[in-house]
C-alpha cells in the first residue's frame, strides 16, 4: 500500500470507499489496497481482513473493512502486514503494490 504523504483521516476514507458499492469484491480489495491476488485471498482467509465466506463466496462489508483501515492506520502507513490477532509482521506485502 502507497500511504507517503497522505493524511490518512475518516475523510480521506470516506472518499477512497465512496465508490464502491456496499459489499466488495476481493477484486476491490485488490484495487483499493493496490496488493496481489494472493495477498487478499490470504489476508481474507487469515481472518487479517473482515469478512465472511458461505461456500465460495466471500462477502466483505465495505464499512468493516474502512473501520478496518482506521484501526490499523499507523501499521498499514509504515507497510506493516496487520495480523488478525493484532499483532503486526514484517512489511513483506510492500513489494507486491
Same mark, same amino acid.
Given at each position: 500500500? +502507497?500511504?507517503? /504523504? =497522505?493524511?490518512?483521516?475518516?475523510? !480521506? ?9 456496499? +459489499?466488495?469484491?476481493?477484486?476491490? =480489495?485488490?484495487?483499493?489496497? /493496490? ?6 485471498? +490470504? ?8 469478512? !465472511? ?5 466471500? =462477502?466483505?462489508?465495505? *464499512?468493516q473493512?474502512? *473501520? ?10 509504515? /507497510? ?5 490477532? /493484532?499483532?503486526?509482521?514484517a ?7
Amino acid at each position: 500500500m +502507497r500511504w507517503d /504523504g =497522505l493524511s490518512v483521516d475518516p475523510k !480521506y476514507l470516506e472518499a477512497l470507499f465512496a465508490k464502491y458499492p456496499e +459489499r466488495l469484491t476481493p477484486q476491490d =480489495l485488490e484495487e483499493i489496497f /493496490g496488493l496481489s491476488r494472493n495477498t487478499v485471498y +490470504r489476508w481474507l482467509q487469515t481472518g487479517v481482513i473482515p469478512a !465472511y465466506q458461505v461456500e465460495k463466496t466471500w =462477502l466483505i462489508a465495505r *464499512d468493516q473493512v474502512k *473501520d478496518w483501515v482506521w484501526q490499523n492506520r499507523n501499521s498499514l502507513r509504515e /507497510g506493516r502486514t496487520p495480523t488478525a490477532g /493484532g499483532d503486526q509482521a514484517a512489511g513483506e506485502d510492500q513489494a507486491e503494490s
